[in-house]
């Protein structure tokens, strides 16, 4: 079992940047394929990005361009690097991972998942 905890949320103006980090622990971080998803409250939790473990990477067509998902396997950490944020990325962000050969984008089929760090994007 691979337990995973978020850091670097915060509020941050519209525009900014803003770098999410996924620490894993209890299992090799290079074992998972990983991603990220955010919820705001309402509404199903999304997908925001995924990376295999061959390092190639999908991403929501709202944050393409704008956001850029890496792992570091001998640190154990995934990393979230937003920029040009807009006030619609405001949510909790999750991190997720998986033991398949890719993540799903639907949220019910993961198995693993931080407890989530909040993201707010001023105007």
Same mark, same amino acid.
């Given at each position: 079992? +691979?337990?995973?905890?978020?850091?670097?949320?915060?509020? /941050?103006?519209?525009?900014?940047?803003?770098?999410?980090?996924?620490?894993?622990?209890?299992?090799?971080?290079?074992?998972? +394929?990983?991603?990220?998803?955010?919820?705001?409250?309402?509404?199903?939790?999304?997908? /925001?990005?995924?990376?295999?473990?061959?390092?190639? =990477?999908?991403?929501?067509?709202? !944050?393409?361009?704008?956001?850029?998902?890496?792992?570091?396997?001998?640190?154990?950490? /995934?990393?979230?690097?937003?920029?040009?944020?807009?006030?619609?990325?405001?949510?909790?962000?999750?991190?997720?991972?998986?033991?398949?050969?890719?993540?799903?984008?639907?949220?019910?089929?993961?198995?693993?998942?931080?407890?989530? =760090?909040? +993201? =707010? !994007?001023?105007?």
């Amino acid at each position: 079992q +691979v337990l995973l905890g978020e850091s670097g949320g915060g509020l /941050v103006q519209a525009g900014g940047s803003l770098r999410l980090s996924c620490a894993a622990s209890g299992r090799t971080l290079s074992s998972y +394929v990983m991603g990220w998803f955010r919820q705001v409250p309402g509404k199903e939790r999304s997908f /925001v990005t995924r990376i295999n473990r061959s390092g190639s =990477t999908f991403y929501a067509d709202s !944050v393409k361009g704008r956001f850029s998902i890496s792992r570091d396997n001998a640190k154990n950490t /995934v990393y979230l690097q937003m920029n040009s944020l807009k006030p619609e990325d405001t949510a909790i962000y999750y991190c997720a991972a998986d033991a398949g050969m890719t993540l799903p984008t639907t949220p019910d089929r993961i198995r693993y998942w931080g407890q989530g =760090t909040q +993201v =707010t !994007v001023s105007s």
